[in-house]
């Protein structure tokens, strides 16, 4: 395996520390800026090389060891190696960057990266994959590695809610094409799999809202706790009459950050999830609160139309996927609401959206607010607020 010798300038979205060897870009697994280092290279590319860090000749002083014995072999945790407040450093400068390079705002308003002092034992849901291909015997479950193919069976999980550890060695007798079981933590510490049929009630703060073991929620419940404030204080702000609340779940962000707006749309297609958000409803008695069942990108238009003459504010919060091209591009021409936040667990998906929805100048981009939702990890949540400008014409 050839080695090369360089310097690390920055750590790139991903986790990788970016150099430059002979003119081309290195990518770096495990390196930190300011580091020289000895790097095996893994891939050599026309226009990249891709490496992993051999020898650390010179270490950063924000390099720490990691507490995990398995972060070398699973695919989980890309900073472990690095102390958290420089972590958190490293991921505001990767947010600055995605936006100012992909959109060309001047004076982009960033704010301060939104994180708690529990960087480990955050996480309310894990999910485990099956390790061996044709077991007749129960197999014990693990997590994907590093190579993105390979299993990890570990015995601790030291970013997961402590009371998953029984999980990581228990023996499971799985069906033929039972390929994973994702689990969720419930207020009381009971732990459910999407292989039952259950709602469970998950706190947020004060609140105690409803789920199903089948269905999407939040895994970090105290940096979600922050979000909700957020968008709370931004929907306040916003003084809409009609809240759009797309791809909404269970209903976290129309209960806790809309329940005063005069209507509320709720659009979600999962069905376990749309159960529990009429249980959410009938609990809190919110009978300004109207749910649609269906395709976000079907459901959505028939109903805006008919609303957008009053002052409204659309929320998404999409799949990591982000939306559909054309309700992007439906954004950026005459539908254009009085605000709009979009919150993303993946920025470079979030910049391409909004790369679509700014095209023709209807926006103001007012904010950027990035949360440290998924610690260690290279993945980090944002939410961004834009706000239709006065004389919006459309080009």
């Known amino acids: 395996m050839k080695s090369i010798e360089l310097v690390i300038d920055k750590t790139v979205f991903g986790g990788d520390g970016l150099g430059i060897s002979?003119?081309?870009?290195?990518?770096?697994?495990?390196?930190?800026?300011?580091?020289?280092?000895?790097?095996?290279?893994?891939?050599?590319?026309?226009n990249f090389i891709k490496a992993k860090a051999a020898r650390i000749l010179q270490s950063s002083p924000h390099r720490i060891e990691p507490p995990c014995p398995y972060v070398n072999h699973c695919g989980g945790c890309q900073y472990q190696h690095v102390a958290y407040a420089e972590e958190l450093r490293l991921k505001e400068a990767q947010i600055k960057e995605i936006f100012e390079r992909s959109l060309k705002i001047p004076s982009l308003h960033i704010e301060p990266i939104a994180d708690l002092p529990q960087d480990y034992g955050y996480r309310n849901s894990v999910t485990l994959h099956r390790t061996m291909d044709e077991a007749k015997e129960p197999q014990r479950l693990g997590f994907i590695g590093r190579d993105n193919r390979s299993k990890v069976v570990i015995?601790?999980?030291?970013?997961a809610d402590p009371r998953f550890t029984p999980l990581y060695e228990k023996k499971w007798s799985l069906k033929k094409n039972t390929e994973k079981i994702s689990f969720k933590l419930s207020e009381?510490?009971?732990?459910?799999s999407d292989l039952d049929d259950v709602f469970l009630r998950?706190?947020?703060g004060d609140e105690s809202l409803l789920a199903h073991s089948n269905g999407f929620?939040?895994?970090?419940?105290?940096?979600t706790e922050l979000l909700v404030k957020k968008i709370a204080r931004w929907v306040e702000r916003s003084a809409c009459h009609t809240f759009f609340d797309l791809y909404a779940g269970v209903?976290?962000?129309?209960?806790?950050?809309?329940?005063?707006?005069?209507?509320?749309?709720?659009?979600?297609?999962?069905?376990y999830s749309v159960h529990a958000l009429r249980m959410n409803k009938?609990?809190?008695?919110?009978?300004?609160?109207k749910i649609i069942t269906g395709r976000v990108e079907k459901a959505f238009r028939p109903v805006f139309e008919k609303e957008k003459n009053n002052k409204t504010l659309v929320f998404?919060?999409?799949?990591?996927?982000?939306?559909?091209?054309?309700l992007a591009a439906y954004f950026s021409n005459d539908a254009v609401p009085d605000h709009l936040i979009y919150v993303s667990c993946d920025p470079p998906t979030l910049v391409r959206d909004l790369k679509i929805i700014l095209a023709n100048g209807c926006y103001d981009l007012e904010t950027v607010a990035p949360f440290d939702m998924f610690p260690r990890t290279k993945h980090i949540e944002a939410a961004v607020l834009l706000k239709k400008k006065v004389a919006s014409v459309v080009q």
């Open 188 to 192: 009381k510490g009971d732990i459910f």
């Open 202 to 204: 998950i706190r947020i």
């Open 316 to 326: 998404l919060d999409p799949p990591r996927q982000g939306m559909e091209p054309a």
């Open 155 to 159: 015995k601790n999980c030291l970013i």
């Open 251 to 271: 209903g976290t962000f129309s209960f806790l950050a809309a329940r005063s707006v005069a209507k509320i749309y709720c659009i979600e297609e999962n069905p």
């Open 217 to 223: 929620f939040q895994n970090n419940l105290g940096i």
């Open 22 to 46: 002979d003119g081309k870009a290195c990518f770096v697994e495990g390196a930190l800026p300011g580091e020289k280092i000895i790097a095996d290279i893994l891939q050599d590319k026309k």
């Open 282 to 289: 009938e609990e809190r008695k919110l009978k300004q609160l």
